[in-house]
């Protein structure tokens, strides 16, 4: 594999972004993503999309945001509302919107640095990286935006390509505990994908916000999508949770609440979550959403710290229309 030096960073945009051949995908690896429950969702969504009515997404929960690529890939969206609670993910899909060339060259430095290194190597660099990326302040405004970023948002970048699974975890602490993943040549720049992604930035709102900030936007133009942190289907199983913050079942009731009021305003609306039906004899959801249109689909389980727990699960996806 031949390793590019800080002075060659052209090499990598040989041909200029056509975006009916540059697809954005998402950015991250991401506990819990959609990108292989896509087709089942696609069937799901609304028809006022294709129809060409509803010109505005919000995604509360974004995440590693691949139903927001789908859509905006696939559909006439003119503006589009991101919000997650997580700071360093906003603070790395700002600095795709706003200064995506820092961004390239600074992922560019750490594949120079980390891939010609030997495993053990390898291995001290990453947890290098991740005692640095913890250090930083947790409690950071991300809706401001500084010049500086672009090293914080490289960093997650690099995380999270090189650690175990891709699993973006934190613990009580706010802190990333991941340990180091095995992989030969991790992706760790995909300059092509980061350009498309900022061009499609273009028409976001990008804030660290409460899922309740729907309410601002929600009217007859809107398709929302929820992919809050699932409820645990068993004692043992939390692996969903990205952010130290708890999303107890309290948090799913103030979120059916808020489905309830956007509903009431016109908009159209989809929302995952797990199926506690699963294990045990629990309708929690099917009483909570009762009178929305609740549908049972299969999704593939990867991320897990146990093999013989990958497989095949069912997960509710809830709608209004």
Known sequence: MAILTESEPFTLIQHPIKKERELASPVLKWAGGKTQLLPQLRERYSPKLRKGSLTTYIEPFVGGGAVFFDIVNSFDIQKAYLFDTNPELIILY????????????????????????????????????????????????????????????????????????????????????????RYKNPKILNANNLRAVSKLFEIAQIEQRDFSQVLKYADHSTFIYYDPPYRPISKTSNFNSYHSLDFDDS???RLRDVFVKTDQAGAHQMLSNSDPTNYVDDLFFDDLYQGFKIERVSASRRINSKGNSRGEIRELLVTNY
């Open 251 to 253: 948090e799913q009731r």
């Open 94 to 181: 700002k600095v795709i919107q706003q200064d995506v060339e820092s961004l390239i060259k600074e992922l560019l430095k750490l594949s120079n640095t980390y891939l010609p290194q030997d495993d053990q190597r390898r291995k001290e660099l990453y947890y290098e990286y991740r005692n640095k990326y913890n250090r930083f302040d947790k409690h950071i405004d991300a809706n401001g935006y500084d010049s500086d970023w672009s090293k914080r948002a490289a960093i997650t970048v690099f995380l999270n390509k090189t650690c175990f699974n891709g699993l973006y975890r934190v613990n009580s602490k706010g802190e990333f505990n991941v340990p180091v993943g």
